[in-house]
């Protein structure tokens, strides 16, 4: 007897066979299903629903206004009971939150349209919720500060230290925490963090504090340090200022225990430019080197960088523990007022102005590390009129 098939055995039998019809689901009603899946997620983490509160994150804000707006749509009731295994849709009703009220059906619709993918979901067109709507009035909120007189100093002072590398800039994000006396840039403005009030719980459980910012062009503001962090995060130019480096630059005595991170040398050139012949006991280069300065020398007679002349080194002074970029950074600053401008022609005969070369005598190079060890040297620049250090005013 030849073996029937399946279907071929149930008509033997005298069964009918009843065709399954597959639901095809509209465009509409397929972003409604997406989206009410992503609540049912939020909930399963979180153990609650959405909402509404100001201090909602943009992402729990917009399930919340979705699930208020399926809880009032018969025609979504009826499409997702059968999925409503948390009982979401039966909650009594929210209040729909002012700020996105407004919007559509459609509109929230097409903003929940990617969410399959866990980034296009969070990714709103058209729509600032509430908190980022108050993070920027707050932020735009300012009044004059009455004793800003307090505070002109600080902003120069951190000014001059950025300028020299005591101080360095970062990209808030790395490092997102805030207290009293930092420094960040916002907006292209220096901003200081005068005071810091209690840390509180916001609703949404993060904590939060109210802060007292000091801007450099005078006024302040009363605001949230989560205001503050939304708004630096959001600034592509926000930056956070480094802490100056409070320890010494050098080691006071040398001792075998130290770690030695590099050099400063000070050269003089055997060049026989004329400027160079006639100001010889003052024109000199500083640098800084890893090294062995022996060795970085050793070609000078062949390197544009040296006026293509063999040099001596008439001062030295090891570091120890130091960013010697940094260093480098902080002489040419002091100096800038006498660098060298001088064009020379390299063995191709091609154009060269050599940095790093300075019309200074070697005492206020002298003058200058000093400084630096004591700590004063964001206070001061070279005066070529005195060819000495003098301070900032």
Not at 76 to 98: F, M, P, T, Y
Not at 144 to 163: I, Q
Not at 258 to 278: A, M, W
Request: glycine share 6%; hydrophobic share 35%; aromatic share 8%.
């Amino acid at each position: 007897m030849a073996k029937l098939s399946d279907d071929e055995l149930l008509n033997e039998l005298g069964v009918e066979q009843e065709e399954l019809k597959t639901r095809t689901y509209s465009l509409r009603e397929t972003r409604i299903i997406a989206g009410f899946e992503e609540i049912q997620k939020f909930t399963k983490l979180h153990g609650r629903v959405p909402l509404h509160g100001e201090d909602s994150d943009v992402f729990e804000k917009i399930y919340a206004v979705r699930l208020d707006s399926l809880r009032k749509q018969e025609e979504s009731r009826v499409l997702l009971a059968s999925i409503d295994h948390q009982g979401l849709l039966k909650e009594a009703d929210s209040v729909l939150d002012n700020t996105v009220k407004m919007i559509d059906d459609d509109d929230l619709l097409a903003e929940l349209e990617g969410a399959g993918d866990p980034m296009g979901i969070t990714e709103l067109r058209n729509v600032r919720s509430r908190v980022e709507i108050q993070a920027a009035e707050e932020i735009a909120k300012r009044d004059k500060c009455k004793d800003f007189d307090r505070f002109s100093p600080m902003f120069e002072k951190a000014e001059r230290e950025l300028s020299s590398g005591i101080r360095q800039t970062r990209p808030f994000g790395r490092d997102a925490s805030v207290s009293t006396g930092n420094f960040f840039i916002l907006g292209g403005q220096l901003v200081y963090v005068a005071e810091k009030g209690d840390e509180f719980k916001a609703p949404n459980g993060h904590p939060d504090a109210r802060l007292r910012v000091i801007y450099s062009n005078g006024t302040e503001s009363n605001l949230l340090l989560r205001s503050l962090q939304r708004a630096l995060y959001k600034d592509d130019a926000g930056r956070r200022l480094t802490e100056p480096d409070d320890g010494p630059l050098f080691s006071a005595t040398w001792d075998e225990e130290d770690v030695e991170s590099g050099t400063i040398y000070v050269l003089r050139s055997f060049s026989t430019h004329p400027f160079v012949t006639e100001h010889r006991e003052l024109v000199h280069k500083i640098g800084v080197t890893g090294g062995k300065v022996e060795t970085r020398i050793a070609n000078a007679a062949r390197d544009a960088t040296y006026l293509l002349a063999d040099v001596e080194v008439v001062a030295s002074y090891k570091l120890a523990g130091i960013n010697r970029v940094r260093l480098e950074s902080i002489f040419h600053r002091i100096f800038a007022p006498a660098q060298l401008d001088l064009t020379i022609h390299d063995r191709f005969g091609h154009p060269v102005r050599p940095k790093e070369w300075f019309l200074v005598p070697l005492h206020a190079i002298d003058e200058a590390v000093r400084c630096i060890r004591d700590g004063s040297i964001t206070n001061v620049v070279y005066d070529p009129k005195s060819a000495s250090l003098v301070k900032l005013i």
